[in-house]
């Protein structure tokens, strides 16, 4: 199998490279301006091509919950997004703390047209806080992180354990930092917008407290420590000490929290509710300032798919999460990039070579011999967000209708187009 | 408040032009000052049809008023049904108590299913924030807020000024200003701010029509984001609160809302909180006691000022009917 993508410009970790056709053959790039037969072309020209996505968080939803989500869905969605790798969440049904699971999610995965899929098993089993799953069976099945994203691991001595048995095995450590009994109930941002909503909230102070906790921990052990959806200046703040205190923690934060505000609920619409919340304008401004700097180390997306009905509950008991494998890129790109507040080359490596080194994995390059991982973007075309087309199952988002440009056309995976727009 | 004129004859007079721009009373954030006194004068010729000896009229009739309630409220839900049958309108109750939710229906669900029955105006208490507003972006009907979660309870803030505006009226103290009635006047709201929609709800129409509303409580219950919103002022302290105030209303304890991660003990809470008469002579000498009810005796409020002559709680109930006649006469009439 060989392909070509005709005539855009490449530009990856390593710089700009100008306008070429890039050959690939066999699941692996081949080179550049090649010529000679192939087996499919894709055009390219006035796009810009760069490596396949990484994201080191969705929830797939698969096995159980099927109805959210299945590989097929989430993993077609993925590549839709630009995306070539994912790391899939331990919270689905049941739990991902058996290494059987793992084996099966890998092999079903192999069979589906979309990203790679890289599972990330459970810290304790059941999620449940109590007991140590066995992280080195869920690694050699093909677990690359271990995580109870969704559920903060409340007990401070079992998550020392965690991080103790995962450094020894080089996995990542990805926690959801939220002090549970400060969360308490809150399904929103607690301050003025929740106290006048009258919405329980959930305030800074618990994902501060937390993040503070996981950090010293991670020092304490030497795990290497991801902590997930950074989502206050609070929370920012004490992760920046940590790091520039040595702790070998990195920060990942995602594009809701970089472009929604807790003012999003005030029309008391649950498709804003999401964990942790959306903050205040205060805080996605020290988010977005802290891009360009060494303080965020990847994007995450932290598509977290629901079913429609679910979402038309009432604010206390609809679920939490926003599914936006689709837009994350086209959102970032518009809102940051066209926006002249963000360089091009810092949001590509926030989703290439950052959550690369957060997991330890090779920088992705366009390089002859890398796996031809690749993404072609639209970074002209505007078109607004249509739910409706998402490959996802989840087809309500909260960028429905706003006019976004950076539309992946194309995605390769291992040399396979398995998206392509149009 | 319900004078000796009652041969007045209705209709009631049309409310202002304006009271009309809305389908829903959600809470009052789009609501101007002038368009809620017309809903206040409009509910004053309601009155004086209720003290009539037939004490219906046609105003609604043809209409159909339904009421859904995801959580108990025997005394909210026969106030709005009274007001709706007054004015001829026809009712559905609809008492889901959360069977319908234990099935895994979506409130959207039930909407529908309860849409087929062409109501054209729905009443919906929920135990959740922001339900009403759901229900309004699905429905092509009027949506009128009974109490949601933490959030609101619009009708319960307009009969508590409607009575309030009557009781300074008849003490002499009429308002200076016809579209601001409370200027210059002072609310003091003591007790479990925090979980309560009747404070949040007084604290944005009193201060819509001109007033100042002190929120009092422990400070585990009093959340300090309300002081920003303007002409609300905070404090623990109790004396302070009631100091020069216009009335005094005590809110509902919850007891099951008093864990002892929040309270130590309601004796605590009574000790420090019960508006007793000691309190009321640091208020305005023509002060007057308020509460949303139901009362639990000689804990927010002390017997003998709940009973007394200050006590506005009796015309507060009886005001429930008149206010929500006007609010559903305003939302309905004229959207034909």
Not at chain 2, 15 to 20: D, K, M, Q, V
Request: overall charge negative.
């Amino acid at each position: 199998m060989r392909l070509v993508l005709r005539g855009g410009r490449l530009l990856d970790g390593a710089g700009d490279r100008g306008v070429h056709d890039l050959y690939v053959r066999d699941g692996v790039i081949e080179g550049l301006d090649l010529g000679g037969a192939v087996d499919q072309e894709v055009d390219a020209e006035g796009r810009l091509v760069t490596p396949a996505f990484l994201d080191l968080h969705v929830h797939l939803r698969d096995p159980g919950q099927e109805v959210k989500e299945d590989l097929a869905s989430g993993l077609a969605a993925a590549a839709a997004g630009g995306y070539g790798t994912v790391v899939s969440m331990a919270n689905t049904d049941p739990v991902v703390d058996d290494p059987g699971i793992v084996a099966d999610l890998v092999a079903r995965a192999a069979r589906v047209a979309g990203a790679r899929l890289r599972p990330a098993a459970a810290i304790s089993k059941g999620l449940r806080g109590e007991e140590l799953t066995d992280m080195a069976a869920l690694r050699a099945a093909g677990a690359v992180m271990v995580t109870d994203d969704g559920v903060p691991v409340a007990d401070s001595r079992l998550f020392r354990s965690a991080c103790e048995y995962a450094a020894e095995l080089g996995l990542v450590v990805q926690t959801h930092s939220e002090e549970p009994s400060l969360r308490d109930g809150g399904v929103m941002h607690e301050g003025a917008v929740s106290q006048r909503l009258g919405l329980p909230g959930n305030p800074d102070a618990a994902e501060a407290v937390m993040i503070f906790r996981d950090g010293e921990v991670a020092r304490l052990t030497g795990a290497r420590v991801h902590l997930a959806h950074v989502s206050s200046r609070r929370g920012l703040e004490v992760a920046t000490w940590l790091k520039a205190s040595g702790a070998p923690v990195t920060v990942e934060v995602t594009p809701q929290h970089l472009t929604l505000t807790d003012e999003s609920l005030a029309g008391f619409d649950p498709v804003y509710k999401v964990a942790p919340p959306l903050r205040t304008a205060d805080d996605v401004a020290a988010l977005r300032a802290a891009l360009a700097g060494g303080a965020v180390d990847s994007i995450g997306t932290d598509h977290a798919p629901h079913t429609l009905a679910e979402k038309q509950q009432d604010m206390l008991s609809a679920p939490f999460g926003i599914a936006n494998l689709e837009v994350a890129f086209p959102l970032l790109y518009t809102r940051l990039v066209a926006a002249g507040e963000l360089p091009l080359e810092r949001l590509l490596w926030l989703l290439q070579d950052g959550p690369a080194r957060v997991m330890g994995w090779p920088a992705p390059r366009l390089d002859p011999g890398a796996p031809a991982d690749v993404t072609v973007l639209d970074l002209e075309t505007e078109r607004a967000v249509e739910g409706a087309r998402f490959r996802s199952k989840a087809k309500h988002t909260p960028w429905e209708g706003e006019p976004l440009k950076g539309w992946p056309v194309a995605t390769l995976v291992a040399g396979r187009a398995v998206h392509l727009a149009g | 408040m319900i004078g000796a004129a009652a041969q007045v004859p209705p209709p009631p007079t049309p409310p202002a032009a304006a009271a009309r721009r809305h389908r829903h009373l959600l809470d009052f954030t789009d609501w101007t000052a002038e368009e809620v006194v017309s809903l206040l004068d409009t509910a004053e010729v309601m009155a004086q049809v209720l003290a009539r000896p037939v004490k219906r009229v046609p105003a609604l009739q043809g209409y159909t008023v339904a009421t859904l309630f995801f959580e108990d409220s025997t005394r909210t839900r026969l106030s709005f049904e009274r007001a709706a049958r007054a004015q001829s309108a026809d009712v559905i109750s609809f008492a889901a108590g959360g069977s319908s939710l234990r099935k895994g229906e979506s409130i959207r669900d039930t909407l529908r299913t309860i849409e087929q029955l062409q109501a054209d105006l729905y009443v919906v208490r929920h135990p959740s924030a922001g339900v009403p507003h759901q229900l309004a972006r699905w429905t092509n009907g009027a949506v009128v807020n009974a109490g949601d979660g933490r959030h609101a309870h619009p009708t319960q803030a307009l009969l508590d000024a409607y009575t309030l505006r009557a009781a300074l009226t008849a003490a002499g103290l009429p308002p200076a200003e016809r579209e601001r009635p409370f200027t210059g006047r002072r609310l003091a709201v003591v007790g479990d701010v925090e979980h309560s929609r009747v404070a949040r709800s007084n604290a944005e129409l009193f201060t819509l029509l001109g007033g100042e509303v002190v929120l009092c409580g422990p400070a585990a219950l009093l959340p300090r984001e309300l002081s920003r919103l303007p002409g609300v002022h905070l404090t623990a302290d109790l004396r302070e609160a009631v100091t020069g105030a216009d009335a005094v209303m005590a809110l509902r304890i919850q007891h099951e809302r008093l864990g002892p991660k929040r309270l130590p003990s309601l004796a605590e809470y009574v000790a420090r909180y019960q508006v007793r008469p000691a309190h009321l002579e640091l208020a305005a000498p023509h002060a007057f006691v308020m509460h949303p009810g139901p009362l639990n005796r000689d804990v927010e409020v002390a017997s003998e000022l709940a009973d007394g002559e200050r006590s506005l709680v009796e015309r507060q109930v009886a005001s429930g009917v008149p206010v929500r006649m006007a609010v559903l006469y305003s939302l309905l009439v004229g959207k034909k």
